[in-house]
């Protein structure tokens, strides 16, 4: 499943943007936005936004769904109704919202039956401009984000990261707050 979610509601969020989100020297909250794109394996959806210039943070969890909090193995088990999903923090200025999609759209293949979420307007039309470049029907389904965003388990985020044992303990990363709120964890797990 692939999903794109639109700007979050932040009563539906455990990772939202506030005045106690680190921001790189103190960046005014007006350019940060947030953005969940939902999909596939979320170490890879994760892997891939961490490099992008402008993502300042990334988290992986999990959106939709019927359970509050719901487990990897729950999930992964169907029986939630949730999909794995990485929520991004980027600086408005240096990447728009458009070239986000763009590089989801880049990164997955839209033709198999998955699901979307977007900003609407935007959404459809970054759909059928690839519809048109791919000259196929995508059958990607672009829907209202109403349901929460689950923080995963530590030991899922920056996945390809931890993998690197000493260079986390370098960094001090220890704890799913750590990962998560570390600039320089997005980018190294990219």
Request: aromatic share 12%; proline share 4%.
């Amino acid at each position: 499943m692939y999903t794109s979610l639109p700007q979050i509601n932040p009563k539906y969020s455990e990772f939202p943007i506030s005045e106690n989100t680190s921001r790189p020297n103190n960046m005014p909250m007006e350019f940060l936005s947030e953005v969940v794109f939902a999909g596939g394996i979320f170490w890879n959806l994760e892997a891939v936004f961490g490099r992008v210039d402008g993502v300042l943070k990334t988290a992986t969890g999990y959106y939709g769904g019927t359970v509050e909090k719901p487990t990897y193995r729950e999930v992964c088990e169907g029986t939630t109704g949730h999909t794995e999903a990485v929520k991004d923090i980027y600086d408005n200025r240096k990447i728009s919202y458009k070239s986000l999609l763009d590089s989801f759209w880049d990164f997955h293949d839209p033709t198999n039956k998955n699901y979307l979420e977007e900003e609407r307007k935007q959404a459809q039309e970054s759909k059928i401009r690839r519809q048109m470049k791919l000259n196929k029907k995508i059958v990607t389904k672009i829907i209202a984000f109403d349901t929460g965003f689950y923080m995963a388990e530590n030991h899922h985020q920056k996945y390809y990261l931890q993998k690197q044992y000493r260079l986390c303990e370098s960094l001090s990363l220890r704890n799913t707050e750590q990962f998560v709120e570390s600039n320089i964890a997005s980018k190294l797990n990219g």
